[in-house]
T-cell receptor, first 119, second 117 residues
């Protein structure tokens, strides 16, 4: 069975600090996909990134960066120079292998990390 | 931009009532999903549909049913609402597995916060 663990329930930082959100996953699949979503107070989950299991290259998008390490089954998310608008719940998720096209991309979510950035 | 809309942001119902939650997407996506979100539990999949009139149970289907009569619309039905179904309900859609690099990416609606009294 697949599992995603976000060990940090809540993180509180002051603006301009860097913050890393941890994500550890478990799967028996060799092909899988990892996602990060942001859920601001408005409630809608916003897609941030998708990474496939064969691409371990780190990615940077503005103040956001992601570190994928297959050896430790981790897909961590770092926000550099955090801002108040980064305050949200962040979810890491894992999709099932597309075995014969029957999985339909079902996602397994972590419990979420509540990030609060204080001015 | 992908647009997923849900019929209500907030809903209050009484125990035993039949409840309909509606979700509509405007991007011709094949797959649609219903989740519930509870504190400390993340999102849990209730049902999903990969085609019109097709449905599959997710991880927690008990007490729920779904309907997909048209491609763009996916309804979640609580046949007899109970207090333990008080939760945030999120609908999502994805293009298809054959939809290129992001074909499986799910896009979410704003959510419906349901309270059952």
């Amino acid at each position: 069975a697949q599992k995603v663990t976000q060990a940090q329930t809540e993180i509180s930082v002051v603006e301009k600090e860097d913050v890393t959100l941890d994500c550890v996953y478990e799967t028996r699949d060799t092909t899988y996909y990892l996602f990060w979503y942001k859920q601001p107070p408005s409630g809608e989950l916003v897609f941030l990134i998708r990474r496939n299991s064969f691409d371990e290259q780190n990615e940077i998008s503005g103040r956001y960066s992601w570190n994928f390490q297959k050896s430790t089954s981790s897909f961590n998310f770092t926000i550099t120079a955090s801002q108040v608008v980064d305050s949200a719940v962040y979810f890491c998720a894992l999709s099932e292998e597309f075995a014969g096209g029957t999985s339909y991309g079902k996602l397994t979510f972590g419990q979420g990390t509540i990030l609060t950035v204080h001015p | 931009d992908v647009k997923v809309t849900q019929s209500s942001r907030y809903l209050v119902k009484r125990t035993g009532e039949k409840v309909f939650l509606e979700c509509v997407q405007d991007m011709d996506h094949e797959n649609m999903f219903w989740y519930r979100q509870d504190p400390g539990l993340g999102l849990r999949l209730i049902y999903f549909s990969y085609d019109v009139k097709m449905k599959e149970k997710g991880d927690i289907p008990e007490g729920y049913s779904v309907s997909r009569e048209k491609k763009e619309r996916f309804s979640l039905i609580l046949e007899s609402a109970s207090t333990n179904q008080t939760s945030m309900y999120l609908c999502a859609s994805s293009l298809s597995l054959a939809g290129g690099p992001l074909g499986d990416t799910q896009y979410f609606g704003p959510g419906t916060r349901l309270t059952v009294l």
